[in-house]
Nanobody, 116 residues
Framework: QVQLVESGGGLVQAGGSLRLSCGAS??????MGWFRQVPGKEREFVAS????????LYADFVKGRFTISRDNAKNTVYLQMNNLKAEDTAVYYC???????????WGQGTQVSVSS
């Protein structure tokens, strides 16, 4: 069973940047993705990256602003978030994925708050 630990969230002004990290243990040679959830709404897909060639997939609302990457030697996946908007405020989670579908149980997430 994979264990996922997200970190790097915080409070930032609109237009600012944050880099999230996801440490994974267990079954880590897999496509990985980031999701986010706002209270009262369903969790939504943000981005994913395959384990081999690193092919990426992004939700339309983050294209051009967010970049997902991974360091397999460190079993870590990153989400670089630039030009943040107030509507990016959410708890961000990582997970193993198939396409945009999460496959494992969720970690505790990391809160991102963007002030306008």
């Amino acid at each position: 069973q994979v264990q996922l630990v997200e970190s790097g969230g915080g409070l930032v002004q609109a237009g600012g940047s944050l880099r999230l990290s996801c440490g994974a243990s267990g079954r880590t040679f897999s496509a990985m993705g980031w999701f986010r959830q706002v209270p009262g709404k369903e969790r939504e897909f943000v981005a994913s990256i395959k384990d081999g060639g690193g092919a990426t997939l992004y939700a339309d609302f983050v294209k051009g602003r967010f970049t997902i990457s991974r360091d397999n030697a460190k079993n870590t996946v990153y989400l670089q978030m630039n030009n943040l908007k107030a509507e990016d405020t959410a708890v961000y989670y990582c997970n193993l994925v198939r396409g945009s579908i999460a496959l494992s149980s969720w970690g505790q997430g990391t809160q991102v708050s963007v002030s306008s």
